[in-house]
């Protein structure tokens, strides 16, 4: 069984920084593609930042590019979202998740139903 456990959530102040870590157990990272998800109140859920294992290709949306960084600790299996010059609209529970099958990254990809196994979520809340 594969299980997910995201930490680092916090109160932020608009422009901070903030780093996120998704612990994994269950299943190596380099056999798994991941995704990170934010979900603000009355909004669907969005994918921030996707990965595969597969062939290491990344996934951004245009609007998050060059602030939000995924990146893995494969010896830890341990995943992480850096996300830099943080906004008030950033506020909402960022969740990890991870899945079996290995593709190429992108917009299509980068989506809920793509993933299998998810966290409990942690909130981020950006202050203006």
Known sequence: QVHVVETGGDLVQSGG???????????????LSIGWFRQAPGK??????CFSSGDGSTYYPDSLKGRFTI????A???V???????KPEDTA???CAVGATLT??????CRAGFFDYWGQG???????
Request: proline share 2%; glycine share 8%; net charge neutral.
């Open 71 to 74: 990146s893995t600790n494969n």
């Open 44 to 49: 669907e859920r969005e994918g921030v930042a």
């Open 93 to 95: 529970a960022y969740y």
């Open 104 to 109: 190429t990254m992108g917009e299509i990809v």
């Open 17 to 31: 920084s903030l780093r996120l870590s998704c612990g994994v157990s269950g299943a190596p990272l380099n056999y």
């Open 76 to 78: 830890k299996n341990t």
């Open 80 to 86: 992480f979202l850096m996300m830099n010059n943080l």
């Open 122 to 128: 942690t909130q981020v809340t950006v202050s203006s």
